[in-house]
């Protein structure tokens, strides 16, 4: 069975609403998600590794805090080292989602950073493959999928509200096709290495 690792962290609980998301859209393409919480604090992170080194995708997430990844993932990414050097992650699908409380909140940043880490470990990256979903400023634009345009990867705001509130469904909607894109591109990946072999 496919697996696709959804490592993150949550600081409100804002980009967990998203990674739960992703983890619906991994399950409806057929995939198992696995979704690994970074808590607060965290330094040891070899579980993940390890986790992530049998996944055959895994998509980042992390909430935008002044302009990039927070302190919890900027740990996760600075420990990476072992895995780095053994290339254990080489060759996977990679992908990447992102929250902040207003519409851009440099939430580009984010995806950039984790794009060039993704680069950096020798992964495959997958963005959006969406169009803009919200063209209008039309109050019915916060229920689009991808109304925030992102190509790199999946942005959702969280509009300083109660995560029982927001990301609000578009930006979740966004979340879940990311989730089944990684997990079709990764079996098109894994079924082509099969052939090839």
Known sequence: MLTVAIVYHSGFGHTDILARAVAQGVGEAGGTPDLL??????????????RIARADAVIFG??????????????????????YFAKAWKDKIAAAFTVSGSPSGDKLNTLTTLAIFAAQHGMLWI??????GNNDDLSAATEAENRLGSFLGAMGQAANDSPDVTPRTGDRATARSLGVRVARAAARWQAGGAQAA
């Open 127 to 132: 963005g959006t493959g969406q169009a803009p």
């Open 37 to 50: 919480r970074i808590a607060p604090e965290q330094t040891d992170f070899a579980d993940a590794f390890d």
């Open 62 to 83: 992390s909430p935008t805090y002044m302009g990039t990844v927070s302190a919890p993932m900027k740990a996760f990414m600075d420990a990476s080292a072992r895995p």
